[in-house]
């Protein structure tokens, strides 16, 4: 794998360090079984913190922990005996849940392909107490299930504190309220939105602080998006934009994702459109930054993922589809993602462009218009179905959401056109849908672009509003609000509940509505 | 409880320093049902420590490493990962065995009433790999049962480097190897002896490092006894006398057991005999160590003990039963303790005496005197049945070995009686019989005592010489010859396997065959 130490040392340096804030416990819940409630579980408050501190609990007995709301941070458990002196280790195990389904499901059952390693827990043996036990692991969590394995017939455990220490690089001192105009339900939206991305915000920009814990560029564009708007942590994007640059795939395209430790390493995971918002991201950046050492310094890498996406044209001019898990778009498992992939090509050189002449590199800025030319004109000759007025993919040409809204945001057709391809798309809905927030914040993004604003609004409102109303204190990886269990992984136990890709509206709102 | 802080102190001061050792895993094994191997499960190799290296494991998989011998310590890991970039946590679940039944028999099925805590095993999530892991805990364990939870899709998990420091207090410099004279089996027998003895020696005398980790009164005095033969560290004997003496009951009897940490304290367990002991221990380690300023600093606490066991004395002399556990003796759910506390006092009234008489406390000796002829007269007036000629305990009048032999050891009767008495509990053995090491200890002893040296090695022989037949490399704490699983706990899982109360052939064999 390509490696530019000199780009890797300075991501390094430009690792943030992270704001602590002590966050207590708010009750003592329990989760009921509730068809009616999000997933069939409903929490409802049993008793207080303070009397939890009088009680002692012993072998068998437990109790579930709410900390209010969403934390990432490392938990520390004070214990004492009461009774005899201890005379047996004390057995403990610990559940961490972002939502209640974690701490009312038993992971036994769980089942998917996603390793299950993920699944927040502990068990622990205490030989001495007292003890003030500060766990080594971050975990991202509401709520908390503290289950004794075992005590002895001799003496009990009483926690006599039990605190998180939330860590984020997001700064709050940088948030700006919203005027008090915006609706309530948009405020609410808002701050869920800067939630999740304050939490996703660590050392990088994660994707979901409970899974993969990682940078994902896919992720990290919108993140970036939203924290311009938010947080302006403009050195958090640079370091994400170094690590990526400086840490390439063998022929020089830009990985998915990279690990932080134990030393930076880009992934071997290899996604066509993961690798050109490379140049997306590199441009929103300098538009936010103005960093021109940046834009100098990581052009060619840019530059090289826009060679490497041409590669893939076949001489129509079209990108070559392929049965693998070649480019993301969605976790959809029929989606084609042929035009979505020309899209995003399009999309990226129209961005590259920008940057070409920001640089004042004329050559590469007419071989990059030439190439925008041509990827628009075999879109339309090979792609555009004038009869249905819809982008078809693949052989079958399928006919998807997903699309249609990338086609919009790369400006095959022109701005008028693109609002009544937005229209056509509620009218006549095509099958192949949406699944995630990340796919939903395209299609926001495209009907703002085109001139639908209040369609926008309602699309929003409809899904993003929906969390809300289903009880989100972040927003979600996945969410389908006629399948709620839904997960691309094989359970929902799995899914992150807060996550870089939802974390959006508040771009818009701040965007498009101030 | 009282509280004497000058003699803690002075405990606290003589605290060890541990020796370590670096212990590699001999060999990979997997564990095998036989009928005929103890407790069902027998042990065979299926591959080199250097394979082992060079293999990686992934979900669900797992291997079993034989240690070769008992340790005590703390386990290092090295692991890294294998194949594409680490992707999620690896999940690890850890089991340590002293037995093969450990590693071969679910922990899920125990179901006995000590604390389930004491298994050994710990479930590990490790974030970062390569890593270098030095678990916390102090586990006892031959083999250790490694299962990998998870790992993903996309690693496996190969160990580098396993190994244990292994620790104790007691130091091998100081032992003397057996004369070539020695018959191999008893060489044999001396070693795992030594080997049980070394591994419980920790900062104090242990019952057991695996279970119940700390100091007992009834297993140091059988531990120092097999110390003064063989380690020589009558310092770690000192500071279990200081604990004890230190930190007594309310009343001022000594407790039957100390915890260290997190500060020395009494247990509020109160056992006759366990309170009695402290005069035979202080007794033994002045005879051992000529102590004198520990002698005179400690009488007064041996002479409460004595005071205090005089009180239980009823109008006849005789110590009075109850229905509670009141009284140690031995693991037997049937037996009556009556005759046998009867004779512990007085075996401890008479090295009372002895002491009283070291210090010149001639008023004191008189009474101990005058005390162990009562105590002696109602022995044989009212427990001594002239007709069987056994001793009997309690409203049934039970005849039961442990009152025979802890009458021998009393001197109730001469030697010449004494060994009569012996011999007729081989030719009419009463139905009461005997469950432990420690039980089985004051049976040698008796009929070493009485004359009886070749019985004594041939039940020596038949009790320990089997363990070793059944695969110790240590003594057990429970060992019925013809009930292999039996517990005193409801499972034989949580067994110590290495247990203090049953080291002590070794001195046998250096006290009196030498």
């Not at 130490?5 to 360090?17: G, M, N, S």
């Not at 640079?238 to 990279?258: N, W």
């Amino acid at each position: 794998m390509g490696m530019h130490q000199k780009f890797v040392e300075l991501a390094e340096k430009l690792t943030p360090d992270l704001h602590e804030s002590i966050v207590l416990p708010k009750s003592v819940i329990e989760v009921v079984a509730d068809e009616e409630a999000f997933q069939g579980w409903r929490t409802q408050e049993t008793g207080s913190i303070s009397a939890l501190q009088s009680k002692s609990f012993g072998k068998d007995e437990s109790f579930i922990l709410d900390f209010g709301d969403h934390q990432v941070g490392y938990i520390s458990l004070s214990i004492k005996s009461v009774g005899s002196p201890q005379d047996a280790p004390l057995g403990l195990k610990l559940i961490f849940g972002e939502m209640p389904c974690e701490v009312a499901e038993p992971f036994d059952s769980y089942d998917g392909w996603l390793s299950k390693s993920w699944l927040q827990e502990e068990t622990i043996y205490v030989d001495v107490l007292p003890a003030v036990l500060k766990l080594p692991r971050r975990y991202c969590f509401r709520y908390v299930k503290m289950m004794i394995i075992d005590t002895s017939r001799k003496f009990t455990v009483s926690f006599t504190d039990i605190h998180c220490t939330a860590v984020t690089s997001a700064d709050v001192r940088e948030l700006t309220p919203l005027p008090a105009n915006i609706p309530a339900d948009l405020q609410a939206i808002d701050a869920i939105s800067i939630k999740t991305l304050q939490d996703c915000m660590q050392t990088v920009f994660e994707d979901g602080p409970k899974r993969d814990r990682r940078l994902w560029i896919g992720d990290l564009r919108l993140q970036a998006l939203a924290n311009y708007q938010t947080f302006h942590h403009h050195d958090l994007v640079k370091r994400c934009l170094y690590l990526f640059g400086g840490m390439t795939l063998d022929d020089g395209a830009v990985g998915a994702c990279v690990f932080e430790k134990p030393n930076p390493l880009v992934d071997d995971t290899r996604l066509y459109d993961y690798s050109l918002f490379f140049v997306a991201i590199l441009f929103d950046y300098y538009e936010a930054s103005k960093d021109r050492e940046a834009l100098v310094e990581l052009w060619p890498v840019a530059l090289e993922q826009i060679q490497i996406g041409l590669e893939r044209l076949d001489e129509y001019g079209l990108v070559r589809d392929d049965e693998t898990w070649w480019c993301f778009t969605d976790w959809h498992p029929e989606l084609n993602k042929q035009a979505s992939a020309q899209a995003i090509l399009l999309y990226c050189l129209k961005r590259g462009l920008g940057l070409a002449k920001e640089l004042e590199k004329d050559q590469e800025a007419t071989f990059i218009s030439e190439q925008i030319d041509r990827v628009t004109s075999s879109a339309l000759q090979h792609l555009w179905d004038e009869k249905t007025g819809f982008f078809v993919s693949g052989v079958t040409k399928q006919v998807s959401w997903a699309s249609q809204v990338w086609m919009a945001l790369a400006g095959v057709l022109n701005e008028e056109e693109n609002g009544q391809l937005m229209d056509r798309l509620f009218e006549s809905p095509p099958e192949i849908g949406m699944t995630t927030p990340y796919m939903y914040h395209h299609l926001i993004e495209a009907l703002f672009e085109s001139g639908r604003p209040e369609k926008a609004l309602e699309q929003m409102r409809a899904y993003w509003g929906e969390m809300v109303k289903d009880g989100a204190d972040c927003f979600w990886e996945i969410y389908n609000p006629n399948d709620k269990k839904l997960s691309p992984y094989g359970s929902n136990l799995i899914n992150s509940y807060c996550h870089a890709w939802s974390c959006t509206p508040t771009y818009f709102i701040r965007k498009y509505l101030l």
